[in-house]
């Protein structure tokens, strides 16, 4: 710490050993690989739910028996083969990632098998108009490819399986998003609680190239396009708030209800649900396409086309809709499908939003729903970082910075007063699971 460092010396050690730049090398192709299967999972699932948009449309009635149908096979497929597989993705990294979690139990939670395994059954979920996201479950299939890479390192490699896990998991949350910011808060905030400086080259040298491809494939562009507001003055303050606590009271009470389903409490729907899963994903699949009837199909899919429109101004959603999404996006998690809610979250907020707006502010309403976004999503993931840079990056909304992150801390902090943290609570369900199911000795 006392001695300056000798350019020379550092520049001979870096070049004295070509296994460390085979192993840099191999981690390199790996970050790449990652980008290519979150850049292909998102073509398989656009694919996929345009093909379901035009089953809707064709034969409105015909998803009253292609939903529940194809829901009970994809929820039977998981159990059956994949059950690492089901959810989100994101509380199965975290819980590879527990000190708790013996090395061999990691693969329950993040191999290449369950990437494959991710993208073929969420496709299908897409493909049945399910209430989901790709962007979680892009967490589990970036890293999941990351991790595959420690076979193939040298045994004296400082690069562990933990370090390949986090930059998977931002790297996925950097690609799915076209949010680089957002992948390294992310990796802090949900993923590590800090970030080392060992991990930290690792971790930015995923997300660039896994970053790089995925703009390739779909430009440099941002996710909702750039958002107008006028100039921002005290009018939004009072908007704002309330856009703020009621995103928070929403985005709480939906982790809190996520938490009672998915962890089985004791009730008489999750006895149920335990006894015949399938014949419960099967009634989640029907009520999910009856809402989506109700709706005239907007609450299939990720709602990611809804909250577009009404950020150009080109459209409105009651606040009806943004209920009736709320209990879709319930429903499609309880029958534990591969989905995630990171998009439906988004939508949900926009709907807040945009409900506030034309009570109280029709002017003020790209903010409004940008908040909404902010808020909701901070409060059903309780990381605020993450959810006001993702936002920010989405739709380019520089210029809302402080308002976004004041929305994304007081959601986060109404939600903490109703709810457990999501992610963390699965998480911790997940490691308790596999532990009591792991042979003894």
Known sequence: MHQEPDFFQNLRAEFSSWRLWLDRAIVLGYAIAAGLFVVGFTVAAEWAFGWFERLHHAQPWAVLLWTPALTAGIVWATRRWFPGAGGSGIPQIKAALDP????????????????????????????????????????????????????????????????LLIAGGAAGIAAAFNAPLAGVVFAIEELSGRLEARASGLIITGIVLAG?????????????????????????????????????VAGGLFARLMIASLTGSPQRLNRWRARWPVRFAATGGLLVA???????????????????????????????????????????????????????????????????????????GPALIAMGMTGFLAAVTQAPLTAFIIVMEMVDGHSMVLSLMATAMLASLVSRMLSRPLYATLAEHMVAASRANAPRP
């Open 212 to 248: 790089l491809v995925g703009v390739s494939a779909f430009g440099n562009t941002s996710y909702f396009g750039i958002i107008r507001v006028p100039a921002l003055g005290w009018d939004l303050f009072g908007p704002g708030l309330l856009v703020a606590l009621a995103s928070g």
């Open 290 to 364: 009856a809402i989506g009837l109700a709706t005239g199909g907007a609450t299939f899919g990720a709602g990611s086309d809804a909250v577009k429109q009404m950020l150009a101004g080109h459209d409105e959603l009651s606040p009806l809709y943004t209920l009736l999404k709320f209990i879709a996006t319930w429903l499609t998690a309880w029958c534990g499908v591969p989905g995630g809610i990171f998009a439906p979250s988004l939508s949900i907020g926009a709907g807040i939003g945009d409900g506030i707006a034309q009570l109280a502010a029709p002017g003020l």
């Open 100 to 163: 708790a979690v013996l090395p061999g139990q990691r693969g329950l939670f993040a191999s290449l098998r369950l990437t494959l395994a991710k993208i073929g059954l969420g496709v299908a979920g897409f493909a049945a108009g399910l209430s989901i996201g790709r962007e979680g479950p892009s967490v589990q299939v970036a890293a999941g490819v990351m991790q595959h890479a420690r076979r193939w390192l040298s045994p004296g490699s400082q690069i562990d399986t933990r370090a």
